[in-house]
C-alpha cells in the first residue's frame, strides 16, 4: 500500500527554523525523484523542492537559500529543512512523488507568525 506520512509542522515565529519529515513506502521512495509541495488558503498547491535518487536537487526561486531538501534512502525518508521562514511560508505541506503523483497524504501545517 502507498503511504506518505508527513510531520515536523508546527507554529513559528518569522526568522526561526522547522524541519519536516516524510516517511514514504519503499515502493514509491526508492527509484523516485522526491519533492516537496506546499498549500497555502486558496492558493493551489505548489512545488518547493525536489530530490533524485542520486540527490540532485532543485527549489522554487522563492525559497533558495532558506530551504534544503535531503533524503535518507536506508529509511525511505525525505527532509525539508526550512530556515529564515517568512509569513508567506505558511501554507500545509506536502510530499509526493515528482511524477506522477500518487495519493497524497495528510500533509503538515506551517504557520509562521510576523
Known amino acids: 500500500q502507498v503511504q506518505l506520512v508527513e510531520s515536523g509542522g508546527g507554529l513559528v515565529q518569522a526568522g526561526g527554523s522547522l524541519r519536516l519529515s516524510c516517511a514514504a513506502s519503499?515502493?514509491?521512495?526508492?527509484?523516485?525523484?522526491m519533492a516537496w509541495y506546499r498549500q497555502a488558503p486558496g492558493k493551489e498547491r505548489e512545488l518547493v523542492a525536489s530530490i533524485t535518487t542520486g540527490g540532485s536537487t532543485n527549489y522554487v526561486d522563492s525559497v533558495k537559500g532558506r530551504f534544503t531538501i535531503s533524503r535518507d534512502n536506508a529509511k525511505n525518508t525525505v527532509y525539508l529543512q526550512m530556515n529564515s521562514l517568512k509569513p508567506e511560508d505558511t501554507a500545509v505541506y506536502y510530499c509526493?512523488?515528482?511524477?506522477?503523483?500518487?495519493?497524497w497524504g495528510q500533509g503538515t501545517q506551517v504557520t509562521v507568525s510576523s
Open positions: 509526493n512523488r515528482r511524477s506522477p503523483w500518487v495519493a
Open positions: 519503499r515502493s514509491i521512495f526508492s527509484i523516485n525523484t
